[in-house]
């Protein structure tokens, strides 16, 4: 009799946990935004209605970008999602290593997502990545500043207010700079910013030969001005000046204008964090009359590694975050500002959420960006603030170093451009482009 | 007269250590104070010190989100485990380098500090292709592997340099008594070069607890240790630094608790031998 039940205990417990055994687990990288932290919080949701498992890889950017290279490029299955960019999805994609996210359900709604997003997390057409949550940039503006300075933020300024503004705004004695910019060296940082910039000055990277064209007036235009307008009416340090730095300063009221990444709008209107949220306006990013705005595009998507073992499972979960009802289940408890904005059409459509001050400002940024079309003259290449070419990231980093010493005054604007072209002409050259 | 110019120097060196050990002490101690802030406190400028609302939230905050005792477990499983793995190696290799040196012994010594000359992002395609072929990936027995063998040199090389100090004489005498190689090693080396045994066994461990290049590449949900764990809290997008502050004093704590006990054994191991 003992025995019997011994027997049937050890049977029972072998059967639970061959069944908590079988229980998929997924493993997932993700960045340290405040959109994919919220997004963690969650996840239990998602394991109680599915019964599959999550770990998460939470890293910084730039270590998280170096991470899931290496493991894709060697094929070392580590992850069954990996949390991606605008700029890798096309080339990974291309390369074979990302599942298609082609056969999504009909629930999901792949239609839904805004075509500016799904254009540029695809290849030849096919959805490699699904956004989680999009940003274009835009001006964000101090309107208490603005009126003092008896000025008044066009919805579509040109450059030229934009410079004329920062200099009436400008209080040295009250601590107040009428423009923060992003200067720090690194492609994602100064570097997106100063290339997206240069569009509007009808500037490029390459001309279609894959030549280096920093050695244009355009180019020389794009650097000399803003150096002109940052040494003016730019914090001091601005050569060494980011994101987050600049939010910094900006919720700290050193700002006047504010020329970045759209999801800092939900940051400077938040009392919380902000002593100026109550007196912040949105504009477009700023023009030259060319044809082409400042303004970017990003998206940070989840994409499945090709040889993954749980490919089912891995869309399941892309299926559920970024979907519909994910928006919704944020909403409910986190209100509308805080939902991840820029990736669904569907959202912009909905009325609560055209409540939110910054909705419209960021849809019309997301909208007036497009990566197969972003400079005045024709360019070989895909992409806004980058070129979709895997030499980029390391080129665009020396250049952007380069540009950030001119910033600095350790060069000349000049010499800053010489070297810019010599860097990206010589490994272009040696990628076999030229 | 010259009882007074010592107590002068003496209270001059004095206040230069203190102003020194502050200086280097202060990174820390700013990191401990703004894990007590707001995110809206820790980046006021101009900064603000001491005075203001105390909160712990960031810890609270930071225990929610992450498995703090998983990752702990990890560093103290790679960080010993590859300490006392090296020690076991090291300790026969330095004792014939010093105890019967042969005519290339120095050259293999130099050979084998030259090797932490290497940036390690120049063999990380090679060994992440090797754990993926052993099936080490996010596995904390190949991440102790790994730092064991970065570590080795530097663990060879104190030892080598606190045995040298040991007269080879008392070893002779041990062996005529009839002491084996064991017994040589064990009862007679070995005590006698324990401080620099264990300031070399410290050094390592903290070595290996702050490694942050191999930790991060070959590891993922499993094995990462408390070097993701801050690493998990950095964001170039957002003002997170009260909570970037509290991980980095949460990942910092067990091995600043360790160094203050064993200070003494440290410094003492330090002025015996290798790096006096």
Known sequence: ?434 | MARAVTNQRKAINTAAAWIIGLLIFFPILWTILTSFKSEAQAIADPPIFLFFDWTTENYSTVMERSNYARFLWNSIFIAGGSTILGLIIAVPAAWSMAFVPSRRTKDILLWMLSTKMLPAVGVLYPIYLLFIQFGLLDNVYGLTFVLMLINLPIIVWMLYTYFREIPGEILEAARMDGAGLREEIFFVLTPMALPGIASTLLLNFILAWNEAFWTLNLTAAKAAPLTAFIASYSSPEGLFYAKLSAASTMAIAPILILGWFSQKQLVRGLTFGAVK
């Open chain 1, 1 to 434: 009799m003992h025995l019997r039940t011994a027997f049937c205990a050890v049977s029972a417990l072998a059967l639970t946990a061959g069944a908590a055994v079988a229980q998929a687990t997924l493993t997932i990288a993700t960045v340290n935004n405040g959109d994919m932290i919220r997004m963690q919080g969650y996840t239990d949701q998602f394991t109680a209605e599915t019964g599959i498992g999550v770990e998460w890889v939470t890293l910084e950017e730039n270590v998280l970008r170096s991470r899931v290279t290496t493991d894709i490029t060697t094929k070392g299955g580590q992850f069954d999602i990996m949390t991606i960019g605008m700029y890798e999805t096309p080339i990974w994609g291309a390369n074979g290593w990302l599942v298609p996210l082609d056969d999504l359900s009909a629930e999901y709604d792949a239609a839904d997502i805004l075509p500016a997003m799904a254009g540029g997390l695809s290849h030849d057409g096919t959805l490699y990545a699904a956004p989680f949550y999009g940003e274009s940039s835009m001006v964000m503006y101090r309107t208490d500043l603005m009126e003092k300075a008896g000025l008044e933020m066009p919805d579509a300024p040109t450059w030229e207010f934009i410079r004329e503004a920062a200099a009436a705004m400008t209080d040295r004695d009250a601590d107040i700079n009428g423009i923060c910019l992003r200067g720090k060296a690194g492609w994602g940082e100064g570097g997106a910013f100063i290339t997206a910039m240069s569009n509007s000055f009808g500037a490029r990277w390459f001309d279609m030969d894959w030549n280096a064209q920093f050695d244009t007036e355009a180019w020389a235009n794009t650097l000399n001005f803003y150096k002109g307008m940052m040494d003016e009416s730019g914090p001091a340090g601005y050569a060494t000046n980011g994101f987050n730095e600049n939010l910094s300063l900006f919720n700290q009221g050193k700002c006047g204008m504010w020329i970045d990444a759209t999801v800092a709008a939900s940051f400077v209107t938040n009392p919380d964090s902000s002593e100026v949220a109550d007196s912040v306006g949105f504009a477009l990013a700023p023009d030259n009359g060319l044809g082409k705005r400042s303004n970017w595009l990003w998206a940070w998507a989840l994409a499945v590694p090709a040889g993954t073992q749980q490919e089912a499972e891995a869309k399941q979960f892309i299926e559920w975050a970024t979907s519909k009802d994910y928006i919704e289940l944020v909403a409910e408890n986190e209100g509308w500002a805080n939902v991840p904005p820029g990736a669904r059409t569907s959202l912009y459509e909905n009325p609560e959420y055209q409540k939110v001050p910054f909705a419209q400002m960021t849809l019309d940024s997301i909208l007036s960006a497009d990566p197969n079309d972003s400079t005045v003259e024709e360019s070989p290449y895909v992409g806004i603030q980058f070129a979709a070419i895997p030499e980029f990231a390391g080129i665009a980093t020396q250049v952007s170093q380069e540009f950030s010493a001119a910033y600095a005054g350790q060069q000349s604007v000049e010499e800053a451009l010489e070297k810019a072209q010599a860097i990206t002409n010589e490994a272009m050259e040696a990628a076999g482009y030229r």
